[in-house]
């Protein structure tokens, strides 16, 4: 295997790892926070409302949003490290 090929599938091996751990985070607060954990949650209040709700309304969406946003600045990282960036 050349050295390119080695420095690409050390990305591809690390990219799937962060993926991996993005899509878990976001299984644990949308399915997790949402519906598991429910009535545990409901016990607190955010804004009125209790917190199993919001998670299932609005949380999930709110960290969907997010981890967007850390994936996009893991991977710039990820590109720099590996000589993918652009820059």
């Known amino acids: 295997m050349s050295e390119k090929q080695k420095k690409a599938s050390a990305y591809w091996k690390e990219n799937l790892r962060y993926l991996v751990i993005l899509l878990v985070i976001w299984f644990l607060v949308s399915y997790g926070a949402g519906i598991l954990f429910k ?8 804004g ?39 820059e």
């Open 39 to 46: 009535d545990a949650l409901n016990n607190i209040r955010l």
């Open 48 to 86: 009125g409302f209790k917190l199993g709700f919001w998670f299932a309304q609005q949380g999930s969406i709110y960290v969907f949003v997010i981890l967007i946003f850390v994936y996009v600045r893991l991977m710039n990282k990820l590109d720099k490290k590996y000589g993918y960036d652009e």
